[in-house]
């Protein structure tokens, strides 16, 4: 049985976005966006992009998926019945902040041994799905298990899944704008069947 606890504030709410906004913007100071840059050219010469990411990360990458799709972009999600065998000149994105992640280190073996690129959002460079990537971009923010709050006062992964959503956004708008197409024409992609 779960026990009463005090009444959520408006205020509280608000103190809370500040909070994590605030976060947000402290990490940008912290990416290597040189290094960030460096993913264009893997995502622009890719036949085909699969994402792969687990809870919270994976629906992040979900997003940029639909968003790239958007943009012109083949792009699959693994796991999904219609998502066919990776190949060579194709480009697998992962996001994990560890780096460690079973299912998604397992995914970027397979997509290494079909001669695929792989492509990874982590916390760190010294992990197995590190190993395995052709490129990684950093995003220095805490790891789920690391409650020190040294970091991130957010629970778990929340900052590095915040991040993951918000650097894929920056990088499709940019994507975007050096396209030149209009939202007018990215609109005609948008689904039709909800």
């Keep these: 049985m779960q026990t009463q606890s005090p009444e959520v504030s408006a205020k509280q709410i608000e103190e809370n976005l500040l909070t994590i906004l605030e976060e947000n913007q402290s990490l940008v100071k912290g990416i290597d966006f040189e290094q960030v840059a460096a993913i264009v050219p893997l995502i622009k010469d890719a036949n085909h992009i699969f994402i792969t990411g687990a809870g ?15 943009l012109g972009f083949s792009v699959y999600v693994v796991g999904e019945i219609v998502s066919p065998a990776i190949q060579k000149g194709d480009l697998l994105i992962a996001g994990s902040g560890s780096g460690t992640t079973s299912s998604i280190v397992s995914a970027a073996q397979k997509a290494v041994k079909a001669g695929a690129k ?5 916390t760190t460079s010294q992990s197995p799905l590190a190993e395995l990537s052709n490129q990684i971009a950093i995003i220095p923010a805490a790891q789920k298990q690391d409650h020190g709050s040294a970091l991130s006062q957010q629970y778990a992964g929340s900052l590095f899944e915040q991040a993951v959503l918000l650097l894929t956004d920056a990088i499709i708008q940019s994507l975007w704008q050096n396209d030149g197409t209009t939202a007018e024409e990215l609109w005609k992609r948008h689904a039709n069947l909800e």
């Design 56 to 70: 919270r990360t994976g629906l992040a990458l979900k997003a940029a998926a639909m968003r790239l799709m958007h």
């Design 118 to 122: 792989v492509l990874t959002f982590s």
